[in-house]
């Protein structure tokens, strides 16, 4: 089973950036969908960008034309690189490998001035 980290999350300004990671251990991630993932307090947990086996990628509107996912199968890691940051993006984040059903244990970003 695949065992997945985050990282990279942390306080930011709105309209600033931040490039979250997601490295994995115990499998090779090719072979899954993986997707980024957001739980703000006091919500449900929702998709945010997701990126398929073949590079083929898909976004919450909210993340459209701001995050980009990406992934190095090499390096066994999925980014999300998440641009003109605003307070509603304050979650906490995680990584999901689809077809393995597993999660990391999430990254938290705050933006706020």
């Known amino acids: 089973q695949v065992r997945l980290v985050e990282s990279g999350g942390g306080l930011v300004q709105p309209g600033g950036s931040l490039r979250l990671s997601c490295a994995a251990s115990?499998?090779?991630?090719?072979?899954?969908?993986m997707a980024w993932y957001r739980q703000a307090p006091g919500k449900q947990r929702e998709l945010v960008a997701g990126?398929?086996?073949?590079?083929?990628?898909n976004y919450a509107d909210s993340a459209k034309g701001r995050f980009t996912i990406s992934r190095d199968n090499a390096k066994r890691t999925v980014y999300l690189q998440m641009n003109s940051l605003n307070p509603e993006d304050t979650a906490v984040y995680y990584c999901?490998?689809?077809?393995?059903?597993?999660w990391g244990k999430g990254t938290q970003v705050t933006v706020s001035s």
């Open positions: 999901n490998a689809k077809e393995s059903g597993s």
């Open positions: 115990g499998s090779i991630i090719s072979f899954y969908t």
């Open positions: 990126i398929t086996t073949l590079g083929n990628t």
